[in-house]
């Protein structure tokens, strides 16, 4: 009898860890995509130009790539249900300031701190899964996390566009307080608090690479505007490479390095993240840019342009699991290369029929080509990235994938912005095309470029045991698979 009441408490333990885990990595991952269909709203309302417009995207994403493996590191040293519910208060109180922000510079800061919060959340909301489900359950839990965040992602821009359209642009950020506010002390009151193994912080290591990659980005979204041969813009560029190489000596000699650079010795591992970073370079441009042509040049509403970007953002949730299923049987880099190759053949079929007064059922057939390819590289990268390495360093394989993609992403987004900034501008439709379309030829290069370089992994017939498990729970962009 005692130990069947242990069990049913272990149980219900276990329910109430991958509802809250889930539900904090579905408001997390939510907030990668939502606000791109707010964009035209937020530019009418606050003012600023298309810098504003990447920053809001780019804070994001790039405090939470920088971040990601940092929370992972207090958690286990602090705790990591502590920590889990600190985040969740920083995302949602900076949430809250989005949403009351009187100008684009305090939406950027606010974003910023998002990211902050989000970068504590997310790394932590797979650890406390595992810690709390028994191994023989805890497929079926990953698969629950996976599918939320996927959702997350999936239906971002509709989200954001339904909000934007029949509430006002400040409610994508206000959907996250009461889900925050509720989530906080659920986590307090039915998760377990646990530490890791390894609780040293790498300080040096995650200033170096945020000061290295702030300043890539910076002279990036300022290089139009300041001229690319201005003080500012060069500065960033030296700054930024020159602590990325300090940042990449550090890691080198650290004793408990962030990113361990030996990883990178392993060919596989080297090779699918540097796919992964220019995948998703192409990918989350692109995105940026194609809710604003929906909504500026198509005249669509916000949910009329999220609805339409279903088959681009939504159709990995169908060719994902078919995708992870064929990785089983030919391999995953076969698959990945032919995702990111079909990803670039969507963008170059976009890039020729893109037109001023284009009708969206002209485009329809390149966001589907888009939104396969995409499926076919989350599911088997994820196992691929496992797979290169030990058991017991998949955590960190995991963690430093999904930071590289997160900065592709926000690389990706001041990459396409500048080259359509250059070539166009808001002023007419014909002149967003004008921009548009160089835009997405370098979005389809930088995939194409990706898909060569996963010619470079070696082939592999069937997926290892731990990494298969998880990638049937994969999820896209902004979801780490496991920390």
């Given at each position: ?448 470029l990706a898909a060569a370089v996963a ?15 998880l990638a049937a729970g994969s999820a ?8």
């Amino acid at each position: 009898m005692k130990q069947q009441r242990k069990q049913r408490v272990r149980g219900g333990s276990a329910v109430w860890a991958v509802a809250i885990t889930s539900a904090a990595g579905f408001i997390t991952a939510l907030d990668n995509l939502i606000v791109t269909t707010a964009l035209p709203s937020i530019r009418k309302d606050l003012g600023g130009g298309l810098e504003d417009l990447e920053w809001t995207v780019s804070a994001y994403t790039l405090t939470f790539a920088v971040l990601l493996m940092f929370g992972a590191s207090l958690g286990d040293r602090f705790g990591r249900r502590r920590l889990f519910a600190i985040g969740l208060g920083i995302f949602t109180t900076a949430s809250a300031a989005a949403a009351l922000a009187p100008g684009m510079g305090e939406l950027i800061a606010a974003r910023a701190a998002q990211g902050v919060g989000s970068a504590i959340v997310t790394p932590l909301t797979l650890t406390l899964l595992s810690a709390a489900v028994p191994a023989e359950r805890r497929g079926a839990a990953l698969g629950v996390w996976g599918a939320a965040s996927g959702i997350a992602v999936a239906t971002g821009p509709l989200i954001g566009g339904a909000l934007t359209e029949n509430l006002s642009w400040q409610w994508i950020f206000w959907v996250n307080v009461p889900l925050g506010l509720a989530l906080i002390p659920l986590a307090l009151l039915r998760l377990d608090e646990s530490r890791g193994p390894n609780p040293t912080l790498d300080l040096v290591g995650t200033v170096l690479a945020s000061g290295g990659l702030f300043g890539i980005v910076y002279a990036l979204v300022r290089g139009n505007a300041d001229g690319w041969s201005s003080t500012p813009v060069l500065g960033g560029f030296f700054a930024g490479t020159v602590l990325l190489v300090g940042f990449v000596l550090y890691e080198l000699r650290a004793k408990h390095p962030m990113l361990p650079m030996r990883l990178f010795r392993i060919r596989s591992f080297s090779a699918i993240n540097a796919a992964s970073l220019l995948m998703l370079l192409g990918m989350f441009g692109s995105i940026f840019l194609l809710s604003q042509y929906l909504q500026t040049v198509g005249g669509y509403s916000p949910m009329q342009a999220g609805i339409r970007m279903l088959p681009w953002t939504a159709m990995p949730m169908i060719a994902g699991p078919l995708a992870g299923a064929l990785s089983d049987r030919i391999g995953g880099a076969p698959v990945v290369t032919a995702g990111m190759t079909l990803n670039a053949v969507g963008l170059g079929l976009w890039a020729i029929t893109v037109e001023p007064h284009e009708a969206y059922t002209h485009m329809l057939p390149a966001l589907i080509v888009c939104g396969i390819g995409l499926g076919m590289f989350f599911a088997p990268s994820a196992n691929l990235v496992l797979s290169t390495v030990r058991p017991q360093e998949q955590g960190i394989a995991s963690g430093a994938n999904n930071a590289i993609r997160e900065v592709g992403g926000a690389i990706g987004v001041a990459t396409l912005a500048a080259v359509f900034s250059a070539q166009g501008g808001y002023g007419s439709a014909a002149l967003f095309v004008d921009g548009l379309i160089p835009a997405l030829w370098a979005g389809a290069g930088a995939v194409a470029l990706a898909a060569a370089v996963a010619l470079l992994m070696p082939r592999q017939h069937k997926a290892d045991g731990p990494a298969a498990g998880l990638a049937a729970g994969s999820a896209p962009a902004g979801t780490p698979v496991a920390t």
